[in-house]
């Protein structure tokens, strides 16, 4: 068995493409909901939180890393927005549903990439 060749680099680099992507992401959620009123400087703490969170996807049971996304999705969600639960629980649903849509599109870009001829 090979080991996985990491660099802190590309962790970094990785990380980093990650979080922008979730920011965007969830300040698209916030923006469904509250229209003018979501900023995107809002958007970032729920997005390097998530970020962070796939990290542990590697070491985690998929189970237990979807249960500490939708978690800390919530919390950083609530402490950004300053909504009630029920709005809180709205941007978190939609920021987990378009983070798993823009997951599965990027995979099966991917996908398509690795097996294409030549």
Known sequence: MALLQL????ILGGLVLIAVLSTLLANTAAYFLLGDEAELRQAVPP??????VGLTAAVLPTAAVIA???????VMVYLAYGLNRR??????????????LAALGINSVLAIYQTAPG
């Open 7 to 10: 660099s802190v680099v590309g």
């Open 47 to 52: 997005g390097v939180a998530m970020a962070i």
């Open 68 to 74: 500490l996304a939708l978690v800390v999705d919530y």
């Open 87 to 100: 709005g809180t629980a709205i941007i978190t649903a939609l920021h987990y549903t378009l983070t798993v």
